[in-house]
């Protein structure tokens, strides 16, 4: 009959294996917070340009009239020159 040996651990093995264990944990707490910050980053930039992007249509959109006929003018008076 074989029977096998099973050391078990030593105090200070299991405190370090513990403490290795902490540290991995909080390394991948820590790139998952900084990860999850620069995708709000992106996230509220992709917004703020959306909100821009709006705000110059509207512009464009308020202003377009004013604008073509403005060009129509400009080009009434070159051609009269």
Excluded: W, Y
């Amino acid at each position: 009959m074989l029977i096998r040996f099973v050391a078990r651990p030593s105090r200070t093995q299991i405190a370090t294996a513990a403490a290795m264990f902490e540290r991995i944990l909080q390394n991948a707490v820590d790139t998952k917070s900084e990860n999850d910050l620069m995708c709000n980053e992106k996230h509220r930039e992709a917004l703020k340009n959306e909100a821009h992007l709006t705000r110059a249509s509207s512009v464009l959109d308020m202003s377009g009239p004013l604008l073509l006929s403005c060009v129509g003018e400009l080009l009434k008076r070159n051609v009269e020159c």
